[in-house]
């Protein structure tokens, strides 16, 4: 069978990550960590990782710094076997402290931001983007201009737009041009639950296929006006809850090309989820 070929764009970087028994309350105090590395970051490395895991030829156009951080991500994406093009900037890599609980929280402070005039996308570039069976273009200012490029190239558009709360105007661009959508429901939470009922709507106003993730409560999937679920996978223990999402995504897509029905590739992102969860990489082959 022949490997699905997946054209990813959007941002990488290199990360602090520091695990707490809790996340900090806005106040003044002193608290000890459990443990801190540096990994690899960012949606696309995360699903260009995990698509690669997945058996996907994943051709990967992103951005990094001439630094230390930089030639650390391309490195680790070279050796999972990600074809990477890469624009280098003569500023820093991009660089987030994550704070990290136990149970998926997390708050992200960005420390760096590669500082580009304007995104330049090569004949490279573009030619991989033509080829693949499907384009997933990530929330990037450098990444934007490739929604036009694959709708002109006739490319299916799979776009991650987080927790979208259906009124920032940064996403329109992705939303408009995306033929499959996917976000999480943070938008849809309050610190007590989330309204399932209030994302279903939300999703059924897209008028394209979109996917949710719910967490510990697995995902939904509205498609062709039916309403998909699928509950997320058990673990015996969580080791890191980075990538989880994207690990979904690309599940779910890797399946969805190989021609699974929805609640087949739902299956297949919650499984993909579920690994990726249970190692301590941004993919379970890390």
């Keep these: 069978m022949r490997r699905p070929k997946v054209f990813v764009a959007g941002p990488v970087s290199w990360n602090r990550l520091v695990l707490l028994d809790r996340l900090p309350r806005a106040r003044p105090h002193t608290t000890f960590a459990g443990g801190h590395r540096v990994t690899v ?13 997945l058996g996907a ?7 990094v710094g001439d630094d230390e951080a930089g030639r650390s991500v391309l490195d680790v994406l070279d050796r999972a076997g990600v074809d990477v093009i890469a624009e280098v900037v003569d500023t820093a890599t991009e660089q987030h402290l994550n704070l990290m609980d136990p149970h ?9 931001l590669p500082r580009l005039h304007h995104a330049e ?11 693949a069976d499907a384009a997933v ?85 509205l498609v062709d006006g039916t309403v998909h679920r699928v509950p997320a996978v058990p673990i015996e223990e969580i080791v890191d809850t980075n990538g989880a999402g ?7 897509l890797v399946a969805h090309l190989a ?6 590739a739902m ?20």
Excluded at 164 to 187: I, K, P, S
Excluded at 206 to 212: C, D, E, I, R, S
Excluded at 259 to 264: C, E, F, I, L, T
């Design 41 to 53: 970051g960012g949606t696309s490395a995360g699903k260009a990782l995990n698509l690669a895991s």
């Design 246 to 252: 994207d690990a979904f995504f690309s599940g779910f």
């Design 121 to 131: 996308h090569d004949d490279r570039a573009l030619a991989a983007l033509a080829s």
């Design 267 to 286: 299956a297949a992102g919650a499984r993909q989820a579920a690994l990726c969860l249970g190692s301590a990489g941004l993919a379970p082959e890390m």
């Design 137 to 221: 273009i990530d929330l990037a200012d450098h990444a934007r201009p490739l929604l036009g490029a694959a709708r002109d190239a006739g490319v299916p558009v799979w776009c991650d737009v987080h927790d979208y709360d259906g009124v920032a105007e940064f996403h329109r661009d992705f939303l408009d041009a995306a033929d499959h959508v996917f976000l999480n429901d943070d938008a849809f939470k309050d610190e007590h639950s989330a309204n399932h009922d209030a994302l279903v709507a939300f999703l059924r106003s897209l008028g394209k296929p979109a996917v949710a993730t719910l967490g510990a409560d697995g995902a939904l999937a």
């Design 104 to 112: 998926g929280g997390r708050v992200s402070i960005y420390l760096e």
């Design 259 to 264: 021609g699974a029905d929805v609640p087949s």
């Design 57 to 63: 030829d994943v051709t990967l156009r992103t951005v």
